[in-house]
């Protein structure tokens, strides 16, 4: 098969991402007109400028411009038009269901109320649904480089909005700052009857992949990259069905990998694992879903079955009920077999 004909069969695909931090789905062009809309000064004084400021050479680099970039986002309108955005382009690239994480921290710190982040976040949701026919679901991430208690406290403010987030996760900077500080807020958040995934292994050794599970008791696993260099962990992570949401562009970007070539995405299919494709924060690592799945596919050398392989695991590996699943991998195959 042509490069060509696997990047249309790409294109088409139908799928669902996993791992997409809605704050990091701000382009260049939105942060101008928020800034402009709220009467903000940035300290860039051009979209190219912005663009040229994108340049990593590991996670916190980009966590700090990322943050940066996130206080244009004021009003509930701001929200929206956020995740709006997204789900236009991400319907773009045949994303049928999303499972976004929000970070309501980088928010509730600089005042804007956590029912704001919120009401904005949900009529995108309920947009994307009516206008583009796009499923979602909302995880809520705690900061790991604060503490449990700042944790605890943003879950309180969650409460009245339980019926509309399906489950908590855990982002920002990994190493230093292990799954084990946050054991007792992500218990509670369990006993709430929601989803917990977390990052995990993405800087941070293959024992912080043990203490999401073991600690944590993830459902799902993002990124999961440093699990590869853990035998053992890899046939456990294999034998128990552990979906693991990579994001191929991202770890380009943050020097995770070093060249596409070396992405372990296809070693850890051939391991057995229930890999997923996805962009992470596109706005800052130059790709949504598809440009990922294409330059993962280039780079690694994908096979077609492979790629459906991923398609479909995205779709097992969320958290839809399984009726809902079967509607989805029952078009991934009628996609897959034309
Ligand atoms: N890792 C950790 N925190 C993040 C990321 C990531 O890839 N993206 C946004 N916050
Ligand atoms: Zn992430």
């Known amino acids: 098969m042509t490069e060509t004909s696997l990047d249309s069969f790409i294109s088409g695909l139908p799928k669902a991402e996993l791992h997409l931090h809605i704050e990091g789905s701000l382009e260049p062009e939105l942060m101008f007109a928020l800034a402009k809309r709220n009467a903000l000064t ?53 994303v049928r269901h999303a499972e976004i994480f929000f970070d309501p921290q980088t928010h509730t710190d600089r005042g804007v109320p956590f029912a704001t982040v919120a009401k904005g976040l949900f009529s995108a949701m309920d947009a994307a649904q009516r206008t583009l026919n796009v499923s979602s679901k909302l ?12 944790a605890f406290a943003t879950l309180k403010m969650a409460e009245p909005y339980l019926d509309r987030i ?28 929601l989803k917990l995934v977390a990052h995990a292994g993405e800087e941070g050794p293959p024992d912080y992949v043990y203490e999401a599970l073991d600690l944590l008791g993830v459902d799902r696993l993002d990124h999961g990259n440093r699990s590869l260099e853990d035998e053992s962990l890899v046939k456990r992570l294999a034998a128990t069905g552990m979906t693991l949401t990579v994001c191929p562009l991202s770890n380009l970007k943050l020097c995770v990998v070093h060249d596409m070539k070396d992405h372990p995405l296809k070693r850890m ?70």
Not at 62 to 81: K, M, N, P, R
Not at 143 to 150: I, N, P
Not at 175 to 180: I, K, Y
């Open 42 to 94: 940035l300290p860039y004084k051009s979209v190219e400028e912005i663009r040229a400021a994108y340049s990593f050479s590991r996670l916190q680099d980009f966590l700090d411009i990322y943050y940066a970039g996130a206080s244009v986002l004021l009003t509930a309108e701001d929200f929206h038009d956020l995740g709006l955005a997204y789900f236009r382009r991400a319907a773009a690239d045949g």
């Open 139 to 150: 995880i809520l991430c705690f900061l790991r480089h604060l503490d449990e208690d700042a």
């Open 166 to 193: 399906a489950g908590v996760g855990l982002d920002s900077s990994e190493v230093g700052h292990p799954p084990s500080k946050f054991a007792r807020v992500f218990k509670r958040a369990r006993e709430m009857g």
């Open 269 to 338: 299919l051939a391991l057995g694992l229930n890999a997923t494709v996805n962009s992470d924060d596109p706005a800052y690592f130059g790709g949504y879903v598809n440009d990922n799945f294409r330059a993962v596919a280039a780079g690694v050398g994908l096979t077609r079955e492979e790629i459906s392989r991923l398609a479909r695991n995205s779709f097992t590996g969320s958290f839809l009920n399984p009726d809902e699943q079967a509607v989805h991998l029952a078009a991934l195959d009628a996609y897959s077999a034309a």
